[in-house]
């Protein structure tokens, strides 16, 4: 069965939008840390994001009929293993997917400061991997 690229592609865009609203916010790095609403916002948008990159990946897999993984983190090393996105990058994504984990689950251990440090690469490896499967359905025609 083919890749469903209208699903696909208004996925991408739904990723997008969440990471294009993160950057049009203000905020410094005391802000961040100190204001949950900055935060909490910042931490579901890239969630979402995240989820979204998951829901992707799930389906590239099971359209490509490959083997099903287990754990979103399996599924991004998977593509990576397969060469459909780098591999460098499959290896972020998978703890991009441990990042959505310790947010759905509710563990308590959150680190703000750890997260403002990183969330820009995070943006930019979301970013990364939505141009690489992009790549794939342009591909794919």
């Known amino acids: 069965m083919p890749i469903d690229k209208t699903l ?5 865009d739904f990723l997008n939008q969440h990471l294009t609203r993160i950057e049009q916010m203000e905020f410094n790095q005391q802000s961040f840390i100190k204001d949950e609403d900055i935060h909490d916002l910042v931490t579901f948008r890239l969630q979402q994001a995240v989820e979204t990159a998951i829901d992707i990946a ?31 990058l499959a290896k972020k994504m998978g ?3 441990d990042f959505r984990n310790r947010v759905v689950h509710g563990y ?18 979301l970013r990364n991997f939505a ?11």
Do not use: C, W
Request: avoid cysteine; hydrophobic fraction near 45%.
């Open 8 to 12: 696909i592609l208004k996925k991408l």
């Open 95 to 97: 703890k991009a997917a």
């Open 58 to 88: 799930a389906h590239v897999i099971a359209e490509s009929n490959l083997p099903h993984k287990e754990t979103a983190k399996d599924a991004f090393l998977l593509l990576g293993e397969r060469s459909i996105i780098d591999d460098k």
């Open 131 to 141: 141009a690489q499967i992009l790549k794939i359905l342009e591909k794919n025609r």
């Open 108 to 125: 308590n251990d959150f680190d703000y400061s750890l997260l403002f440090a990183d969330y820009k690469e995070n943006i930019t490896d």
